[in-house]
């Protein structure tokens, strides 16, 4: 997808050639295969990490300020975005070339915006500052597959019609899902492939999906009970997204504030599956995405978090009832 975001980190930054000259920040998530910048201003530094997909432009800013500054950014192509504020040191605001207040998005809070090409500037608090974003073709969403999405529709209709105004979102809350889908998507880009295009669009619609929920959890009345069943298993989902197999349903349990035997508990009386079993059938499911998308075996199985093939063919032969080769070799 063709950049057409520019952030002026230059403005006010000197551009560094290596992270040895950074002594107050690093990377909180490594955009893999990411193009990396870093830039400094005595005591003030940053990390700009950038990756160019088919699907979607996807951008990483960690930040460490003194004082207040203002970022300028354009915009040379109208496009949708997606911003996460993902630290605790204080809103991040958006403002027209007018000066006119877009946004004001809190800690741990995302937005989408429509942003005609325009001059822009960002302002950072003092403190440290961490924010993942991406702008992606709005035309995924075709007429009539929008319908559940309402509250992209005044950004789609203004994307449709060109219209030279900037557009926002309601704004909604950052949990522990999003953040284990956005590591998910940042640890897993591969430059140059083309099985890398479809993991875009698909962690980018899982994305979106996500922020519906949010935003229905947060502006409309939710059963406590089927929201905590929801968040429980997107949450196990996540963990097979980022580790494979390779994690104890302990570790999601607590990362939830529970015991693993009350959450699964829950899930048996509510759903008839176990946790172990909703683990599984997604470790399956990555399992056959894998085997498509690599040659070897080895690379399957080491990246479904199994410590040799012998233990990935043993878990996929007992959950699908063939090998993983008899798999592969199945007709198309």
């Not at 702008?135 to 209709?157: C, M, Q, V």
């Not at 979102?169 to 899902?177: L, R």
């Not at 968040?231 to 097979?240: D, F, G, L, R």
Request: net charge negative; charged share 25%.
């Amino acid at each position: 997808m063709k950049k057409s975001m520019h952030l002026g980190l230059h403005e006010y930054f000197n551009e560094v050639d290596s992270p040895a000259y950074l002594t107050k920040i690093e990377r909180s998530i490594a955009m893999r295969h990411a193009e990396e910048t870093y830039w400094k201003h005595q005591g003030e530094e940053a990390i700009l990490q950038e990756f160019d997909g088919l699907q979607g432009y996807l951008y990483f800013i960690d930040i460490v300020l003194d004082d207040e500054r203002h970022i300028p950014f354009e915009i040379d192509h109208p496009d949708l975005h997606i911003l996460y504020v993902l630290s605790d040191s204080g809103p991040v605001k958006f403002y027209d070339q007018d000066a006119q207040l877009l946004s004001k998005l809190a800690n741990h809070r995302a937005q989408y915006l429509y942003l005609p090409p325009e001059d822009y500037h960002i302002t950072l608090p003092p403190g440290r500052s961490t924010i993942f974003g991406f702008y992606f073709r709005a035309s995924i969403f075709r007429e009539g597959n929008d319908s559940k999405y309402t509250f992209l529709h005044p950004l789609l209709d203004a994307y449709r019609n060109q219209s030279p105004f900037p557009k926002c979102s309601i704004d909604f809350q950052v949990g522990p899902i999003t953040e284990l889908y956005i590591e998910t998507l940042c640890r897993n880009l591969v430059a140059k492939q083309l099985h890398n295009e479809s993991f875009i669009l698909e962690r980018l619609i899982q994305l979106i999906e996500l922020s519906k929920q949010k935003i229905h959890k947060e502006y409309d009345y939710e059963d406590t009970c089927k929201n905590l069943i929801y968040k429980h298993i997107n949450t196990i989902k996540a963990y097979v997204d980022i580790y494979g197999q390779n994690f104890s349903l302990q570790e999601v349990a607590e990362k939830m504030g529970f015991s693993e035997s009350h959450m699964s508990h829950i899930l048996k009386r509510q759903t008839g599956t176990t946790a172990k079993q909703y683990k599984d059938r997604f470790v399956v499911e990555r399992c056959r995405k894998e085997l498509k998308a690599y040659a070897l075996l080895g690379d399957a199985a080491e990246r479904c978090g199994f410590s040799s093939v012998a233990s990935f063919s043993k878990f996929f032969k007992k959950h699908t009832g063939e090998t993983p080769s008899a798999f592969r070799n199945r007709p198309i």
